[in-house]
C-alpha cells in the first residue's frame, strides 16, 4: 500500500522569501503520479504541481517547483518569492494503480504554511 | 471550468441518524472520491467509484457506504451516525487515469450530537 509521509506539521516564512515543503512516500509500483495540492482557508483544494515517475526532470509552475528524487522516495515543494496568498494547508499526494486499471490517490497529513508580512 | 458541488456545507445530525451526502459533477468524470479531513491526519479515502454503479473500498471504509447510480452523483452514507463521524468530508472527481488532476467540492462539516 502506498503511504506519504510530511513531517512537517506547521511551516512559516517572511514574504519573498523562498520555503521548502517536505514529503516522502513509499510505494511498491514503478509508474505513478506525485501531487501537491494547496487547501486556502476557503477549504477549496487545488492543484498547485504535479510530477511523473518516469520523468527525471523537476516539475515546475512559475514560483512552484519540486525536487524529485525517486531513489529516495523524497517529493518536496519549493515555493520563491512566498506571497500572503500561499498561507494555505499543503498536503502531498501519490497516486498509483489499484487493482486493474483504477487508481487511488492518497494524501500525507499536511503542512500549514504560515507567510508572515 | 469544472464544478464539484456538495450539497451541504455544513450538517448539524443526532446521534443513530441515517445521513446522506451529496455530491455532483458536471465534467462527466469516470471517477469520484469521498474523503474525509481530521486535524493532524491529513485526508484520508473513504470509498471511491471508477464508474457508474461501481465502488471501492478507501482506507477507511467501515461505518460508510456509497451509491453511486448516475455518472455525476456519488453519494456518501452514514447508516447511523456516531460522534466519532464528526469531520469534514471531501468529495472530489477526475477523469482519465491516475496522472489526472482530482477536483474537489468545498467540504462538508458534519457534526454529530
Known amino acids: 500500500?502506498?503511504?506519504?509521509?510530511?513531517?512537517?506539521?506547521?511551516m512559516s516564512v517572511q514574504e519573498a522569501e523562498t520555503v521548502t515543503l517536505s514529503c516522502t512516500y513509499d510505494t511498491s509500483e514503478s509508474d505513478y503520479y506525485l501531487?501537491?495540492?494547496?487547501?486556502p482557508p476557503s477549504r477549496q483544494m487545488i492543484l498547485v504541481?504535479?510530477?511523473?515517475?518516469?520523468?527525471?526532470?523537476?516539475?515546475?509552475?512559475?514560483?512552484?517547483?519540486?525536487?524529485?528524487?525517486?531513489?529516495?522516495?523524497?517529493?518536496?515543494l519549493k515555493i520563491s518569492d512566498s506571497q500572503l496568498g500561499d498561507a494555505a494547508m499543503y498536503f502531498c499526494a501519490s497516486s498509483e494503480l489499484s487493482g486493474g486499471s483504477n487508481y487511488k490517490l492518497t494524501f500525507g497529513k499536511g503542512t500549514l504554511l504560515t507567510v508572515n508580512p | 471550468d469544472v464544478k464539484v458541488?456538495?450539497?451541504?456545507?455544513?450538517?448539524?445530525?443526532?446521534?443513530?441518524?441515517?445521513v446522506f451526502l451529496e455530491c455532483v459533477q458536471d465534467m462527466d468524470h469516470e471517477n469520484m472520491f469521498w474523503y474525509r479531513q481530521d486535524p493532524g491526519l491529513g485526508l484520508r479515502l473513504i470509498y471511491f467509484s471508477y464508474d457508474v454503479k461501481m465502488k471501492e473500498k478507501g482506507d477507511i471504509p467501515e461505518g460508510y457506504s456509497v451509491?453511486?447510480?448516475k455518472k455525476e452523483r456519488f453519494s456518501l452514507i452514514l447508516e447511523s451516525a456516531s460522534t466519532?463521524?464528526?469531520s469534514m468530508y471531501l468529495c472530489a472527481s477526475s477523469?482519465?487515469?491516475?496522472?489526472?488532476?482530482?477536483?474537489?467540492?468545498?467540504g462538508t462539516r458534519l457534526t454529530v450530537v
Not at chain 1, 35 to 39: A, S
Not at chain 1, 50 to 64: C, G, L, V
Open chain 1, 35 to 39: 501531487f501537491w495540492y494547496k487547501q
Open chain 2, 84 to 86: 466519532n463521524q464528526t
Open chain 2, 5 to 18: 458541488t456538495q450539497s451541504s456545507r455544513y450538517l448539524v445530525k443526532r446521534t443513530g441518524e441515517k
Open chain 2, 67 to 69: 451509491s453511486r447510480e
Open chain 1, 49 to 76: 504541481i504535479r510530477q511523473e515517475a518516469y520523468k527525471q526532470q523537476n516539475a515546475t509552475e512559475n514560483r512552484f517547483s519540486v525536487n524529485f528524487q525517486k531513489a529516495a522516495k523524497s517529493f518536496s
Open chain 2, 95 to 106: 477523469s482519465g487515469g491516475f496522472n489526472t488532476e482530482a477536483f474537489f467540492g468545498q
Open chain 1, 1 to 10: 500500500a502506498q503511504t506519504v509521509t510530511q513531517s512537517q506539521p506547521e
